[in-house]
């Protein structure tokens, strides 16, 4: 059974852990401090969940979008980073950061996340750069939100990024190239508008 999404009453908040009561049954989840501290006890939430299956233990972790979900899966597509880095990368930058790092090369960025040194994260820019983003499990991002969180919008933004990469890509712009240049034009044309963005990064490859 994989568990993708939870919706239902925040229980209890731990350190590191989230329990959300889902009509009577209590679900354990591990979180990162960025999800805790916008949701409350007592508050309905909807949580994006990724289950992990071991020998050991089914192990769930939340996340406040299923961007963030989408990218704690493929951090761990890099060698040596396990559940812990890719959560702790997610609750010390966003995805939109996250991007922008993996396609400017500045492994620095990740650098703030506890625990991820330089060779890791110079690994993750590296191993990761030249691959198209995340999507959801059924091609989209799910925009359900957790309470307190602006997930949608979150999803929106870096959506748009996606999309503008895709069609530099489709174009017959190298995936890396493509996402340098959408990398460095939001950070004048914004990343609201895709059409606008594209328009941006185009300027960009052509200089």
């Known amino acids: 059974m994989i568990i993708g999404r939870l919706t239902g009453t925040v229980a209890a908040l731990g350190t590191d852990?989230?329990?959300?009561?889902?009509?009577?049954?209590?679900y354990v989840c591990m979180a990162g401090t960025r999800l805790l501290s916008r949701v409350h006890v007592g508050e309905t939430s909807v949580l994006h969940v990724e289950t992990k299956v071991s020998?050991?233990?089914?192990?769930?972790?939340?996340?406040?979008?299923?961007?963030?979900?989408?990218?704690?899966?493929?951090?761990?597509?890099?060698?040596?980073?396990?559940g812990k880095a890719a959560m702790a990368i997610l609750d010390a930058i966003t995805p939109a950061e996250?991007?922008?790092?993996?396609a400017l090369g500045d492994a620095s960025v990740?650098?703030?996340a506890k625990g991820v040194g330089k060779k890791l994260a110079e690994r993750i820019?590296?191993?990761?750069?030249?691959?198209?983003?995340p999507m959801g499990r059924f091609g989209?991002?799910?925009?359900?939100?957790?309470?307190?969180?602006?997930?949608a919008s979150v999803a929106a933004t870096t959506g748009v990024r996606s999309e503008a990469i895709s069609a530099l890509a489709n174009l017959g712009y190298a995936q890396s190239d493509a996402a340098r240049a959408?990398?460095?034009?939001?950070?004048?044309?914004?990343?609201?508008?895709?059409?606008?963005?594209?328009?941006?990064?185009?300027?960009?490859?052509?200089?």
Do not use: C
Not at 17 to 26: A, F, H, K, M, P
Not at 189 to 203: F, M
């Open 17 to 26: 852990n989230i329990l959300i009561d889902v009509n009577g049954v209590g």
């Open 55 to 82: 020998e050991a233990a089914i192990t769930l972790y939340a996340f406040g979008s299923d961007e963030e979900r989408a990218w704690f899966v493929r951090l761990q597509d890099v060698h040596g980073v396990a």
């Open 98 to 102: 996250l991007m922008d790092a993996i």
């Open 110 to 112: 990740l650098t703030r």
């Open 125 to 133: 820019t590296g191993e990761l750069a030249g691959k198209p983003p």
């Open 140 to 151: 989209k991002f799910e925009t359900a939100q957790v309470a307190g969180l602006a997930s």
């Open 182 to 207: 959408v990398a460095s034009a939001a950070k004048d044309a914004g990343d609201d508008d895709v059409s606008l963005l594209i328009k941006a990064a185009l300027k960009e490859l052509a200089r």
